[in-house]
């Protein structure tokens, strides 16, 4: 049984190392490096510039491996290692691909890796992928060779797990937010759109669903088993039988033992409501979680409510929330925010960073209270993640 949650905190790493934002976008990656301050940026890149990148990693294990999930146009689908913090790119040698069908079996095929998350910090050469359509990928050599996880792929409810519906995400259905317990290699949850949210004890061998409590406001019974949506599910390092998610419907939280979700987002207000596609929780804070409120109405692609961008901020567990919109446009702002491209570093105050789909990259260096943009005309940006590197 997962243990009891305790409140833990730690302390800011110190300033010698630099905050450095790694940016997946539509044509290609680019690793915006920050001075001590987090004032001014230095772009680099771009890297694999016309090729599709969802997703960008550092190995937190040895600090200077990235990963990124690709999807070119001579070799499709793939994954790049660099082990020199991206001066230099090999491909996997073998990237995430579905098994070959059996005799009367459709075959499956991968059409982008979506989603790349480091393994246990006990396991260093262990990495997970999502890809689009939703499929769960291991590698043990540290991103080179890949190899589905049969525990889930081909667990014999799949097939009802992910529906019929495969047209109803944009870019794709996908596997994503592949969460590692850091007490425990072998307890991991995953977020799939659609399907849900999943959990495994034994290293994906089996697996069962963790969606009570969540509406399904686009299906007949609200509440099933499964066929939820979730966009982002987040698990705190220093808590985590917290967890967190961002929905299609609505803004969550679990904390375990419990199985069963909450709904904290109806605690936003109700002109903005609770639906967006990001998720960041505060690196020492259980309690703090900032979201990016999308219009949820029939307006699709989703845009930012009324083209007044914000974000908005918990510190209490998602009973009050509180509107961050200094610095960001009030008119004419129509913001859209994918689930990956939010992020915060690990500095004291936080710093918070956000990419939007017309290419601009949004700082805040004091948890959200001023925000200023820091790159303009990149590519639709996907996804950001920031780390700390040394020099």
């Not at 110190?14 to 680019?30: D, E, F, I, S």
């Not at 769960?136 to 889930?152: E, H, I, K, N, Y």
């Not at 499964?226 to 808590?239: E, I, M, N």
């Amino acid at each position: 049984m997962p243990r009891a949650t305790k409140r833990v905190t730690s302390r800011a790493p110190k300033a010698k190392n630099h905050v450095v934002l790694l940016v997946g976008t539509k044509k290609g990656a680019w690793l915006l490096h920050g001075d001590a301050a987090r004032r001014s940026w230095r772009v680099e890149g771009p890297h694999f510039l016309g090729n599709i990148v969802h997703h960008v990693m550092l190995d937190p294990r040895d600090k200077r491996t990235l990963l990124l999930a690709a999807k070119t146009g001579h070799l499709g689908p793939t994954v790049f290692r660099s082990q020199d913090l991206g001066k230099t790119w090999k491909e996997a040698s073998k990237p995430p691909a579905f098994r070959k069908a059996n005799d009367g079996e459709k075959q499956r095929a991968v059409d982008h890796v979506f989603w790349l998350t480091p393994g246990h910090a006990s396991e260093p050469g262990v990495w997970y992928a999502g890809s689009s359509p939703q499929g769960l990928f291991r590698s043990g050599d540290g991103g080179d060779t890949w190899a589905p996880v049969a525990g889930f792929n081909d667990h014999p409810m799949y097939v009802k797990w992910i529906g019929d519906d495969q047209d109803g995400t944009p870019d794709g259905p996908k596997l994503h937010s592949i969460l590692v317990d850091p007490r425990d290699a072998a307890h991991l949850y995953v977020g799939m759109s659609g399907g849900g949210v999943f959990e495994t004890h034994d290293t994906g061998a089996s697996w069962a669903p963790l969606n009570a409590g969540c509406r399904v406001d686009f299906a007949p019974d609200p509440y099933p088993e499964f066929g939820q949506d979730p966009h982002c599910v987040r698990l705190h390092p220093l808590a985590p039988d917290v967890l967190y998610q961002q929905n299609h419907c609505g803004i969550y939280r679990l904390e375990r033992p419990s199985d069963r979700w909450e709904r904290v987002g109806e605690k936003m207000p109700k002109s903005v409501g609770d639906i967006g596609f990001p998720m960041v929780l505060h690196p020492r804070d259980p309690k703090t979680v900032w979201v990016f409120p999308m219009d949820g109405s029939t307006v699709w692609p989703r845009v930012s409510v009324g083209g007044k961008a914000a974000a908005y901020v918990t510190r209490n567990s998602g009973k009050t929330w509180k509107r961050l919109d200094s610095g960001l446009p009030q008119s004419q702002a129509w913001f859209t925010v994918l689930r990956q491209a939010m992020t915060a570093d690990a500095r004291d105050p936080v710093g918070l960073y956000f990419g939007t789909t017309t290419g601009s990259i949004w700082g805040s260096s004091d948890e959200g209270a001023r925000w200023k943009r820091i790159a303009e005309d990149l590519p639709h940006v996907y996804a950001i993640e920031a780390v700390e590197i040394s020099g």
